[in-house]
């Protein structure tokens, strides 16, 4: 808490109209700042107050653990918006709050007689949150959808998996965790902007979008450049099996390859250069797991992890819902905290140094504050309409000094230039950004040819200094200077290891908030360990609902930018207390406990209930059947979701299968449990259809059904191009390439936002280190011949 003891988010009041998953994780967030959040509930309440990803029942008077997490400290009014006296109590409440977040999709709002410009009539500066699968313009709005079939359409789904078997999801409703993240930017930033102008605005969140920023690791970048489609595939080595249980590992570096060749014992496939390539190391999976399993026979996963860590290799053990809970390190960080509930879960993903976050308090029964909120009503202020100002981007004039590498951090200041922050990104040609040389392609200037690099990049600057060198240290001191934010994501030795410690970065400049992104935190006995976002992803348990029944899979790299969101909110929070106290401090976002909190409901069941949750590869409890169906041709596969019991008669209708119109398959719990036979059925019948025919069928009979479509084939996509969400710019190297904007269209923001290119290496030396900081053509020069700066990498 502040000095004043006032909270971050003390001021902001959102009413949250959602249910489910994306919006409540999004209000979620404000909540632990200190935000007020009216949930308003249907009569018959939100659906997740009865789900159980196990399929069991919630017991009779309570509600589910998932939602309790979700929705702990909010307060709950039922209101029926078919209803015009209820409607009026909907307008009486927004007139008194800052956002509103809505999930009723393609014309949901206008189904009920309401629209943003009703909310802006009673409020002008009220913010409006929209979030659906398509987004509410464009060619697929009105396209039935589910995360499953989002997860087809955007690329993710057919990389994952074995090549030969069908293309497999993402588990544990990833996604829309995913999803709800992006709510939540459009809230703060919007939010912010309103503040400052004194109007509101409209935000259209495309899970779609949303999708194919976070998981499919730019592949529409990739395939601007090369003609090779991406195949599916496990990593190798990935999720392996030891003497007592599962070890994961994230190869990502060809030092790292060579590293694990020795620790496992194996020169000989070291020398093998092919395997430099991790497609070929997928192609001969077979025999490079086999070599390990060998090795790991009479090895515990604890045994290969620590001996992993002394050679810098990634690795971690896979996370269940239980095991999560018993793991030391996380134990020794106090990462779970008591619900009021009667459960465990995970406390919030990231940790302020001064600013407190808001006491947990209980989930709200359904329309438990019905009387307090209508009687607050009468004394209820209506927002003060402040002057119009011209409308500007939230974070313009803000510096961030940005050390950050590969994607998770990367992401963040991606999302900081995005809204107007100047960043200025800090390399060296000793060491780039490891990302320029992993997944890119060889070509002049391999370095600037990095599909993850040039993604995550775009509108900053760049400058390269040697900070193991005494004036490159010094010049990174005066940049910190007169900077906002520091920002890095090394493991936690390093920055000591370059003397640059809080205690220094607080000396130069007090109000500098720094931000530090450690994989597994600054303190316990993982702190020293490496981790990348797919080592996240195993030991907070996402991995563990993710693949086949016998093998777990990593969902691959979603914890990358879902850390990124995190950190932005966290930025932003420290940002409100430094506004209140005028002082910094420091962020704390460990990757691992970001992505325990979307792997949420593993730790809630498991604590509230004892069930462990397992995979079901393709399938969920919540509809059935679901499945990927193989149609003729190369590759063909089609995903497709019955949602409920009339869809269910469409497709019998639809494809004539007699054996379909058993009466065991005409409820939701029958068709879960005779899934098996349901599906050999509808495979026979799919294996005669012709993929571009039955996919557009079964969309205008309302069925959501998407092919699986390859990452390097998401465009040309009507919707993407109708909303815009990709730009044009023309780089140096790469010349005309098409690049990725925000999953998120705002009515007033759409124009401001910068379109630019991610920088070559070193490209603002000039201008920052000469123009800004006043350095001579001749310091330049020395620098350079110092290798204190360049523009190519040193060993290139």
């Given at each position: 808490?502040?000095?004043?003891?006032?909270?971050?988010f003390?001021d902001?009041?959102?009413?949250?109209?959602?249910?489910e998953?994306?919006?409540p994780?999004?209000?979620?967030?404000?909540?632990?700042?200190?935000?007020?959040?009216?949930?308003?509930?249907?009569?018959?309440g939100?659906?997740l107050?009865?789900?159980?990803?196990?399929?069991?029942?919630?017991?009779?008077?309570?509600?589910?653990?998932?939602?309790?997490?979700?929705n702990a400290?909010?307060?709950?009014?039922?209101?029926?918006?078919?209803?015009?006296e209820?409607?009026k109590?909907?307008?009486?409440?927004?007139?008194?709050?800052?956002?509103?977040?809505?999930?009723?999709?393609?014309?949901?709002?206008?189904?009920y007689?309401?629209s943003?410009?009703?909310?802006?009539?009673?409020?002008?500066?009220?913010?409006?949150?929209?979030?659906s699968?398509?987004g509410?313009?464009?060619?697929?709005a009105d396209r039935?959808a589910?995360?499953?079939?989002?997860?087809a359409a955007?690329?993710?789904?057919?990389?994952?998996?074995?090549?030969?078997?069908?293309?497999m999801?993402?588990g544990g409703?990833?996604?829309?965790?995913?999803?709800g993240?992006?709510a939540?930017?459009a809230?703060v930033?919007?939010?912010?902007?309103?503040?400052?102008?004194?109007?509101?605005?409209?935000m259209?969140?495309?899970?779609?979008?949303a999708?194919?920023l976070?998981?499919?690791?730019?592949?529409?970048?990739a395939?601007q450049w090369?003609?090779?489609l991406?195949?599916?595939t496990?990593?190798?080595?990935s999720?392996?099996?030891?003497?007592d249980?599962?070890?994961?590992?994230?190869?990502?570096?060809?030092?790292q390859?060579?590293?694990?060749?020795?620790?496992?014992?194996?020169q000989?496939?070291?020398?093998?250069?092919d395997?430099?390539?991790?497609?070929?190391?997928?192609?001969?999976?077979?025999f490079?797991?086999?070599?390990?399993?060998?090795?790991?026979?009479?090895?515990?996963?604890?045994e290969i992890?620590?001996?992993?860590?002394?050679?810098?290799?990634?690795?971690?053990?896979?996370g269940t819902?239980?095991?999560?809970l018993?793991?030391?390190h996380?134990?020794?960080r106090?990462?779970f905290?008591?619900?009021?509930?009667?459960f465990?879960q995970?406390?919030?993903?990231f940790?302020?140094e001064?600013?407190?976050?808001?006491?947990?308090?209980?989930?709200?029964?359904l329309?438990?504050?019905?009387e307090?909120?209508?009687s607050?009503?009468?004394?209820?202020?209506?927002?003060?309409?402040?002057?119009?100002?011209?409308?500007?981007?939230?974070?313009?004039?803000?510096?961030?000094?940005?050390?950050?590498?590969?994607?998770?951090?990367?992401?963040?200041?991606?999302?900081m230039a995005?809204?107007?922050?100047?960043?200025?990104?800090?390399?060296?040609?000793q060491?780039?950004?490891?990302?320029?040389?992993a997944?890119g392609f060889?070509?002049d200037?391999?370095?600037?040819?990095?599909?993850?690099?040039?993604?995550?990049?775009?509108?900053?600057?760049?400058?390269?200094?040697?900070?193991?060198?005494?004036?490159?240290?010094?010049?990174l001191?005066?940049?910190?200077?007169d900077?906002?934010?520091?920002?890095?994501?090394?493991?936690?030795?390093?920055?000591?290891?370059?003397?640059?410690?809080?205690?220094k970065?607080r000396?130069?400049?007090?109000?500098?908030?720094?931000?530090?992104?450690?994989a597994f935190?600054?303190?316990?006995?993982?702190?020293?360990?490496p981790?990348?976002?797919?080592?996240?992803e195993?030991?907070?348990g996402?991995?563990?609902?993710?693949?086949?029944?016998?093998?777990?899979?990593?969902?691959?790299?979603?914890?990358?930018?879902?850390?990124?969101?995190h950190?932005?909110?966290?930025m932003i929070?420290?940002?409100?207390h430094?506004?209140?106290?005028?002082?910094?401090?420091?962020?704390?976002?460990?990757?691992?406990?970001?992505a325990?909190?979307?792997?949420?409901?593993?730790?809630v069941d498991?604590?509230?209930?004892?069930?462990?949750l397992?995979?079901?590869?393709?399938?969920?409890?919540?509809?059935?059947?679901?499945g990927?169906y193989?149609?003729?041709?190369?590759?063909?596969?089609?995903?497709?979701?019955?949602?409920?019991?009339?869809q269910?008669?469409?497709?019998?209708?639809?494809?004539?299968?007699?054996e379909?119109?058993?009466?065991k398959?005409?409820?939701?719990?029958g068709?879960?449990?005779?899934?098996?036979?349901?599906e050999?059925?509808?495979s026979?019948?799919?294996?005669?259809?012709?993929?571009?025919?039955?996919q557009?069928?079964?969309?205008?009979?309302?069925i959501p059904?998407?092919?699986?479509i390859?990452?390097?084939?998401?465009?040309?996509?009507?919707q993407?191009?109708?909303?815009?969400?990709?730009?044009?710019?023309?780089?140096?190297?790469?010349?005309?390439?098409?690049?990725?904007g925000?999953?998120?269209?705002?009515?007033?923001?759409?124009?401001l936002?910068?379109?630019?290119?991610?920088?070559i290496l070193?490209?603002?030396?000039?201008?920052?280190?000469?123009?800004?900081?006043g350095?001579?053509?001749?310091?330049?020069a020395?620098?350079r011949?110092?290798?204190?700066?360049?523009?190519r990498p040193?060993?290139?």
């Amino acid at each position: 808490m502040t000095e004043s003891g006032k909270l971050p988010f003390s001021d902001l009041k959102i009413i949250d109209l959602s249910g489910e998953i994306s919006g409540p994780y999004c209000t979620k967030l404000f909540i632990d700042g200190g935000a007020t959040v009216i949930k308003v509930e249907p009569p018959e309440g939100d659906v997740l107050r009865r789900w159980r990803a196990s399929g069991e029942p919630v017991p009779e008077g309570m509600d589910a653990p998932l939602f309790q997490f979700l929705n702990a400290s909010k307060q709950s009014i039922a209101l029926d918006l078919n209803s015009e006296e209820d409607r009026k109590v909907l307008l009486q409440l927004v007139a008194s709050a800052d956002a509103i977040v809505e999930d009723f999709g393609y014309q949901g709002l206008q189904n009920y007689g309401l629209s943003y410009e009703a909310f802006a009539e009673v409020n002008p500066a009220i913010c409006l949150v929209s979030i659906s699968p398509w987004g509410l313009q464009g060619s697929y709005a009105d396209r039935p959808a589910t995360e499953f079939t989002l997860q087809a359409a955007s690329g993710s789904m057919n990389s994952r998996g074995i090549a030969e078997d069908a293309p497999m999801c993402a588990g544990g409703r990833l996604g829309e965790w995913n999803v709800g993240t992006y709510a939540a930017l459009a809230v703060v930033t919007s939010w912010l902007g309103a503040r400052q102008s004194g109007r509101g605005q409209h935000m259209d969140v495309s899970a779609f979008e949303a999708f194919i920023l976070s998981t499919t690791s730019y592949r529409d970048l990739a395939s601007q450049w090369s003609d090779d489609l991406l195949g599916r595939t496990m990593e190798v080595p990935s999720i392996e099996m030891a003497k007592d249980g599962w070890v994961g590992f994230c190869i990502i570096t060809g030092q790292q390859w060579l590293d694990f060749c020795a620790m496992i014992g194996r020169q000989d496939i070291a020398d093998n250069e092919d395997y430099l390539d991790t497609r070929n190391r997928s192609r001969d999976g077979t025999f490079i797991k086999a070599a390990f399993t060998e090795w790991a026979a009479d090895k515990t996963v604890n045994e290969i992890v620590e001996l992993a860590t002394l050679l810098r290799v990634p690795a971690a053990p896979v996370g269940t819902g239980k095991s999560v809970l018993e793991m030391d390190h996380l134990q020794q960080r106090q990462a779970f905290i008591d619900n009021p509930g009667g459960f465990k879960q995970p406390r919030v993903g990231f940790r302020m140094e001064k600013s407190a976050q808001h006491p947990l308090g209980a989930a709200p029964a359904l329309n438990q504050h019905r009387e307090a909120i209508l009687s607050g009503l009468e004394n209820e202020p209506t927002k003060r309409v402040k002057p119009a100002n011209a409308i500007e981007l939230p974070l313009k004039g803000l510096r961030v000094v940005d050390l950050t590498a590969f994607w998770a951090g990367p992401f963040a200041t991606w999302l900081m230039a995005q809204f107007g922050a100047d960043v200025v990104k800090v390399e060296s040609i000793q060491r780039p950004d490891g990302m320029r040389f992993a997944g890119g392609f060889a070509y002049d200037s391999l370095w600037e040819w990095s599909p993850v690099y040039a993604g995550a990049n775009t509108s900053k600057r760049d400058i390269t200094l040697n900070l193991s060198k005494e004036e490159g240290m010094a010049l990174l001191l005066r940049l910190i200077a007169d900077a906002d934010i520091l920002i890095e994501n090394y493991s936690a030795r390093v920055l000591d290891q370059f003397g640059l410690t809080l205690e220094k970065v607080r000396a130069i400049n007090p109000k500098t908030i720094l931000v530090r992104m450690p994989a597994f935190g600054l303190d316990g006995p993982w702190k020293d360990r490496p981790g990348f976002a797919m080592n996240v992803e195993q030991v907070s348990g996402q991995a563990w609902v993710t693949g086949y029944k016998d093998i777990p899979l990593v969902p691959r790299g979603a914890c990358d930018p879902l850390g990124g969101t995190h950190a932005f909110i966290a930025m932003i929070e420290a940002l409100e207390h430094r506004n209140t106290t005028g002082e910094g401090q420091l962020v704390e976002v460990p990757l691992v406990e970001a992505a325990m909190n979307i792997a949420a409901e593993q730790m809630v069941d498991y604590s509230a209930y004892g069930d462990e949750l397992a995979r079901q590869e393709n399938r969920t409890k919540k509809y059935a059947p679901q499945g990927a169906y193989q149609c003729p041709g190369d590759n063909n596969w089609l995903a497709m979701t019955i949602e409920n019991d009339q869809q269910w008669q469409t497709l019998i209708e639809l494809t004539s299968i007699n054996e379909l119109t058993d009466s065991k398959y005409g409820s939701l719990q029958g068709r879960n449990q005779y899934h098996d036979e349901i599906e050999s059925f509808l495979s026979r019948w799919f294996a005669e259809q012709d993929i571009t025919v039955i996919q557009p069928k079964l969309i205008a009979l309302g069925i959501p059904a998407e092919i699986t479509i390859n990452g390097h084939r998401i465009m040309p996509n009507q919707q993407l191009i109708d909303r815009n969400y990709f730009y044009n710019a023309v780089h140096p190297v790469t010349s005309e390439t098409r690049y990725p904007g925000l999953p998120i269209n705002y009515s007033n923001f759409d124009k401001l936002f910068p379109h630019g290119l991610p920088p070559i290496l070193g490209e603002h030396n000039d201008e920052i280190l000469g123009g800004e900081l006043g350095l001579s053509d001749e310091e330049l020069a020395e620098l350079r011949e110092k290798q204190i700066i360049g523009e190519r990498p040193s060993f290139m």
